[in-house]
């Protein structure tokens, strides 16, 4: 490769010669971007495939005969880990992330294109070593998708071989990857700005993901430890996590080891990991909807110091996942008090994005809906989400369907919008073509409604105690006989809005031959990523100079200006100098 020194920021390229280089061994973040992307879209769709067969098993018991119990357990153990953190958490740290932080800031490259290209590979191999675990004997592990020892590798459990042993090194392989990408993305966001960018002038959608990989560069190394650990105790007969276990008579040669321990080291990353996927999420949300309601967003310094205070409240709030695990009663109160703090600076995000909208010229196009769509299911699985922070709510519904409606409404429907609201608004940037406007909201509609009829009943049957991850339910003489009808209609409606993300798959190839071409700034935003000199984006993004920000990224509807948007890069007049922020 030819390197080309760019005495502007003191960086040096690496230009590819070839194809390979240009398109397989890439340092160019917006390829890396993509392939993030493509990676994080096909994992995903076999954790859709896998949720499509719960529904089935849950919806029709007994009529699949494939579906057995093992391979049950197996399912919802790797859908929720694959949504979790192979699809969600990689598609916006390790795509948009990619995509957007240099574009968003000014910059050429990522601070090491080198290690980026890299983290992509070895979060590649991660998800390659996740996936063989369904062909190992045994199959792939059905500890649940906490894996929470001694069951995720005692024998007589769904993979509690090799298929928890590969989970295991999948997930270390992961963190590896995430700590190469995450110092990209923290160092080119604070040292690789471009002139005029301070850090109150940066959108919102850098601030999330630049604060989301702050928590995941402190809470996965707890990830990492866990699982060196438990692999320890799988494969050398260690007892970090394991005690002392009798069975028929006969008593384990582990002793001393405490599950609870495992417990305290995944949740210190699980409930971060919520905000590493909420973060992404609440940043692009708010440029969606202040590109497509035509008006600043509300409040950006109060958005900014929310996202900075979620952030480091998301670390004292783990435990109240362990409720009913026996802890002090005093430490259920302290867990309790500081999940409904978090739930302010969450809660002031959600005013300000309605108060955005309010007496603004909201367009309502394809990104627009699936922002819109956002706020109302964020709203919903929080609220629900309160109920579950009280300890004396907790307890009862604890492991029922109310923790799933709740989870999936806040973390697996919310997200998606987002991901889909973002992937419409940025597709024209980085391939010169839009996306079909009505197979778009043919893809809303059906997502939006139907994930409603998917998770609004499971708070119902969860109310009524039907316990989650079970294989069947019997004769359900516990319960009414609705919870089977319910359960028939979730299925059916499942896989009514699984199809319908074939649509969106099938818009994305198609509209990259024969979408309509795009202009180089067709939703007329502010931001520095529409100011690029080519669309798509060169390697090295701005030509021989890079831009000069002299305003912040929300400057819409201003009085005086002679249209209703303000490119960053433009300098003050005398009628728009009082926008400059």
Not at 56 to 68: A, W, Y
Not at 424 to 439: A, C, E, I, V
Request: a neutral charge.
């Amino acid at each position: 490769m030819a390197h080309v020194a760019l005495a502007d920021k003191g960086q040096e390229l690496a230009h590819p010669k070839t194809w390979i280089g240009a398109y397989v061994w890439s340092q160019d973040h917006k390829v890396i971007g993509i392939q993030y992307i493509i990676t994080a879209t096909l994992v995903g769709l076999v954790a859709l495939a896998l949720s499509a067969m719960m529904r089935l098993q849950l919806g029709f018991p007994g009529v699949f005969d494939l579906i057995q119990p093992n391979e049950y357990y197996s399912a919802v153990t790797m859908h929720g880990m694959i949504m979790v953190v192979f699809m969600l958490t990689a598609f916006f740290l390790g795509g948009f992330g990619n995509l957007l932080i240099p574009l968003m800031c000014g910059a050429r490259d990522m601070a090491f294109p080198y290690m980026n290209m890299l983290s992509f590979w070895v979060y590649l191999a991660s998800v390659i070593v996740l996936c063989a675990s369904f062909f190992v004997p045994g199959g792939a592990t059905g500890a649940g998708w906490t894996l929470y020892p001694p069951q995720a590798i005692t024998e007589g459990s769904a993979g509690s071989g090799m298929g928890i042993i590969l989970m295991l090194v999948s997930l270390a392989l992961f963190i590896v990857a995430f700590t190469m990408g995450g110092l990209n993305y923290i160092t080119t966001a604070f040292q690789a700005r471009t002139r005029g960018m301070t850090l109150m002038r940066m959108p919102l959608s850098v601030w999330g993901i630049v604060m989301a990989t702050i928590l995941g560069l402190l809470a996965f190394p707890a990830l990492l430890v866990a699982a060196i650990m438990m692999l320890l105790d799988a494969l050398l007969g260690t007892s970090f996590f394991m005690p002392a276990i009798s069975d028929l008579g006969e008593v384990s040669s582990t002793t001393g080891g405490t599950p609870i321990l495992f417990q305290h080291l995944f949740w210190f990353f699980g409930h971060p990991e919520v905000y590493i996927v909420a973060l992404p999420m609440f940043g692009i949300a708010s440029d969606l909807i202040s590109t497509h309601a035509r008006k600043n967003i509300f409040g950006y310094r109060m958005m900014v110091w929310a996202i900075i205070a979620i952030g480091g409240l998301s670390f004292i709030v783990w435990a109240h996942h362990m409720y009913v695990s026996g802890m002090n009663p005093y430490f259920g109160f302290f867990f309790a008090t500081t999940t409904l703090i978090i739930a302010v600076p969450t809660a002031l995000k959600v005013y300000n994005w309605v108060l955005t909208l309010w007496q603004g010229n909201i367009h309502l196009n394809v990104p627009m809906l699936f922002a819109i769509g956002f706020i109302f299911t964020f709203i919903h699985g929080g609220i629900t989400g309160l109920f579950l922070g009280n300890v004396a709510v907790d307890v009862p519904l604890s492991d029922t369907y109310f923790v799933i409606g709740h989870f999936h409404m806040v973390m697996g429907v919310s997200p998606f919008l987002i991901v889909f609201g973002g992937m419409y608004h940025w597709y024209p940037k980085f391939t010169g073509r839009m996306l079909n406007d009505t197979m778009g909201k043919i893809h809303f509609w059906v997502t939006f409604l139907g994930t409603y009829a998917i998770y609004l009943p499971m708070h119902y049957i969860g109310i009524l105690g039907v316990p989650r991850r079970y294989f069947a339910y019997g004769s359900l003489d516990s319960f009414p006989d609705s919870v089977h009808v319910i359960n028939t209609s979730i299925t059916i409606a499942a896989l009514i809005v699984g199809t319908a993300q074939l649509l969106f798959i099938y818009n994305l190839v198609w509209s990259l031959f024969k979408g309509e071409k795009a202009s180089s700034n067709p939703w007329r935003a502010t931001t520095l990523e529409w100011q690029t000199p080519d669309t798509p984006p060169k390697h090295g993004n701005w030509g021989p100079e890079l831009p000069v920000v002299h305003r912040w990224a929300y400057s819409y509807s201003v009085p005086g200006a002679r249209e209703d948007f303000i490119p960053q890069t433009e300098e003050p007049s005398e009628n728009t100098k009082g926008d400059v922020h």
